[in-house]
């Protein structure tokens, strides 16, 4: 620990950033709740937040890789709608081209009767869920942007 004097001639304690080895005031320095790492100076912290910086990009990171899961969750979902929407279409047009007799289950007035509704149900629900993907897709991009904008300083 150094001692410096301040213009009022008062006796100052200065510490040593654990990160920069930079002298700070006492007063100045502030500790990582999530890694436990200081005293780190101003420089070392964003602004907004209480954690340094590179447990904010460990953050961040970890963030990512979460969207990026449900990402591929949701990708596999739209998939699934894709594939119902070609099973109804496909038994629709069966029964426009009175097929009807080769495949037994579609003798069922109700199965005949709502599989246009299902259908319209499949492509709103790949609507829905492609804004969602789009929505994902944004998010991810914005956490880039963001990890991409925070200068590492050691």
């Known amino acids: 620990m150094a001692y410096t004097k301040n213009r009022g001639g008062e006796r100052e304690d200065l510490i040593r950033c654990a ?12 500790y ?11 420089k070392h912290r964003l602004s907004g937040r209480r954690e340094c910086r590179s447990c904010t990009i460990d953050l961040k990171l970890r963030e990512i890789t979460l969207l990026k899961q449900q990402e591929k969750n949701i990708r596999s979902f739209i998939g ?7 099973v109804f279409a496909i038994f629709f047009i069966a029964i426009k081209f009175s097929l009807t007799e080769e495949v037994s289950f579609l003798h069922n007035r109700l199965i005949t009767e709502s599989l246009l509704y299902l259908g ?9 869920f ?14 880039e942007s ?9």
Do not use: H
């Open 130 to 143: 492609f804004v969602v993907l789009l929505t994902q897709r944004g998010k991810i991009d914005s956490i």
């Open 19 to 30: 990160a920069c080895d930079d002298y700070i005031n006492s007063n100045d320095g502030f």
């Open 80 to 86: 699934f709608v894709q594939f119902l929407f070609l």
């Open 32 to 42: 990582c709740p999530k890694c436990k790492k200081g005293p780190l100076c101003r």
């Open 120 to 128: 319209i149900g499949s492509v709103v629900l790949y609507g829905i």
């Open 146 to 154: 963001t990890i991409s904008g925070i200068e590492v300083r050691r």
